[in-house]
């Protein structure tokens, strides 16, 4: 019977070294910092289950917040000093699109000037009158280009042959853009600040100012490909206007002066570098703390079971 315990316990030894290296103090093995601990020595607690859980599900939780940031692209603006177009040819390109419901289409026009001596009355290029309420009103669309320096544009009867007693100026502005049309999501800017301007209620024979600040816009994709636009902020008043020989004919003006500060959107992923550097982080950190108090409340455990046996004896 001892003979065939010691036949059994031989079998048993060659079965479990097939295929493993016996550690040994001068062998490749005392290089791991991952010692192995029996699994009979361990001891499972329901407190540690419970932890153990809850750290999985929060370490599922941050992974997936962390992937969703991982693959949704960002958004980044910076300011700096520049021109960011230089090959526009000091041009700003401008969409322009108004409705003036008392105003016939032949009387109404549209003027430019700036400081570098343009002055153009009754611009027709690229210009669309179309009739409203029953050839009452016009509503004009008109794109054009202004120079890079201080100026303004305005629509008036100006261009007309013949000029009205009392033009009536009020107006609703569907669209006032600059530069190429963004329509980007995550980009909320004024690019049209203008947009829906409602003057229908206002004086018929006032002047109508809109103070314009344009702010040059760059927006750069992913491979690197940019887009001109320009937002602006606008100031506006109203007023009837008099000179010594009587009431001036009022217009809509839009005066304008460029922003030397560019605002530039460019769009980032996050690195994967990054990503998996922040996974490890995650797991890392999470079982570490959840060890530490997995241990806390063993320990603590523990020490009340020994006054509890204290108290008994």
């Known amino acids: 019977m001892f003979l065939g315990e010691m036949s059994t316990y031989s079998s048993v030894v060659r079965e479990s070294t097939v295929g493993h290296i016996p550690w040994s103090p001068q062998g490749p093995g005392r290089f791991d910092i991952y010692r192995k601990v029996p699994k009979d020595l361990t001891q499972p607690t329901y407190t540690g289950a419970i932890i153990s859980i809850c750290c999985c599900l929060f370490i599922l939780f941050l992974f997936l917040s962390e992937l969703t940031g991982f693959i949704t692209t960002e958004v980044v603006n910076e300011l700096y000093v520049d021109d960011p177009d230089k090959d526009s040819g000091g041009k700003i390109d401008v969409s322009l699109n108004i409705s003036?419901?008392?105003?016939?289409?032949?009387?109404?026009?549209?003027?430019?000037?700036?400081?570098?001596?343009?002055?153009?009355?009754?611009?027709?290029?690229?210009?669309?009158?179309?009739?409203?309420?029953?050839?009452?009103?016009?509503?004009?669309?008109?794109?054009?280009?202004?120079?890079?320096?201080?100026?303004?544009?305005?629509?008036?009867?100006?261009?007309?042959?013949?000029?009205?007693?009392?033009?009536?100026?009020?107006?609703?502005?569907?669209?006032?853009?600059?530069?190429?049309?963004?329509?980007?999501?995550?980009?909320?800017?004024?690019?049209?600040?203008?947009?829906?301007?409602?003057?229908?209620?206002?004086?018929?024979?006032?002047?109508?100012?809109?103070?314009?600040?344009?702010?040059?816009?760059?927006?750069?994709?992913?491979?690197?490909?940019?887009?001109?636009?320009?937002?602006?902020?606008?100031?506006?008043?109203?007023?009837?206007?008099?000179?010594?020989?009587?009431?001036?004919?009022?217009?809509?003006?839009?005066?304008?002066?460029?922003?030397?500060?560019?605002?530039?959107?460019?769009?980032?992923?996050q690195p994967l570098y990054r990503f998996i550097t922040t996974i490890c982080a995650i797991i890392g950190g999470t079982f570490t703390v959840a060890g530490i108090l997995d241990s806390c409340i063993f320990t603590a455990s523990e020490a009340w079971k020994k006054i509890q046996l204290g108290k008994m004896h």
């Open 100 to 269: 003036l419901p008392n105003l016939h289409c032949e009387l109404v026009g549209l003027d430019i000037q700036d400081e570098m001596g343009r002055h153009e009355v009754g611009h027709i290029d690229n210009s669309m009158k179309i009739p409203l309420n029953n050839g009452a009103g016009c509503r004009f669309e008109g794109q054009f280009s202004i120079n890079k320096v201080p100026g303004n544009f305005h629509v008036s009867t100006h261009s007309a042959t013949a000029q009205p007693q009392n033009p009536d100026m009020t107006h609703v502005i569907h669209k006032l853009s600059f530069g190429d049309t963004l329509q980007v999501q995550n980009v909320h800017g004024a690019f049209n600040a203008l947009g829906g301007a409602d003057r229908l209620t206002s004086n018929p024979l006032a002047s109508h100012d809109y103070i314009l600040k344009i702010v040059p816009t760059v927006y750069e994709d992913k491979s690197g490909k940019q887009r001109y636009s320009y937002q602006y902020t606008v100031a506006n008043k109203e007023y009837v206007a008099y000179s010594h020989t009587g009431r001036i004919i009022p217009a809509i003006w839009f005066r304008y002066d460029l922003s030397p500060i560019t605002v530039k959107y460019t769009e980032r992923r």
